[in-house]
């Protein structure tokens, strides 16, 4: 079982910066995959980025390309999100998740784990 905890969420304005962290618990945080992801209200959760188990490969959904970077440190069991230039429609509740293959994957289905989430809000 792997616990996922996200933070780094907040109110900033658009054009603005945000890190986001998700911390897991337990020792095999190395060989997991992971995703982050967003569901704005009343919408579908989609995948932003992912890295794979090593931080050698990543994904990106087109929206984010530019703005958004993601990376891992093993030894702090904890992977991040680098959000610049935010919008608007950026506004969601963001989530982090684990998968077990290790790989990078774009799609929600190939996920384990979870995190609850944390709050993005961007003023215009």
């Known amino acids: 079982q792997v616990q996922l905890v996200e933070s780094g969420g907040g109110l900033v304005q658009a054009g603005g910066s945000l890190r986001l962290s998700c911390t897991a618990s337990g020792r095999t945080f190395s060989r997991y995959g992971m995703g982050w992801f967003r569901q704005p209200p009343g919408k579908e959760r989609e995948c932003l980025a992912a890295?794979?188990?090593?931080?050698?490969?990543?994904y990106y959904t087109d929206s984010v390309k530019g703005r958004f970077a993601v990376s891992r440190d093993n030894a702090k069991n904890t992977v991040y999100l680098q959000m610049n230039s935010l919008k608007p429609e950026d506004t969601a509740t963001y989530y982090c998740a684990a998968n077990f293959v290790g790989a990078a994957y774009g799609s929600a289905d190939n996920y384990n784990f979870w995190g609850q989430g944390t709050q993005v809000t961007v003023s215009s």
């Open positions: 890295v794979d188990w090593s931080g050698g490969a990543t």
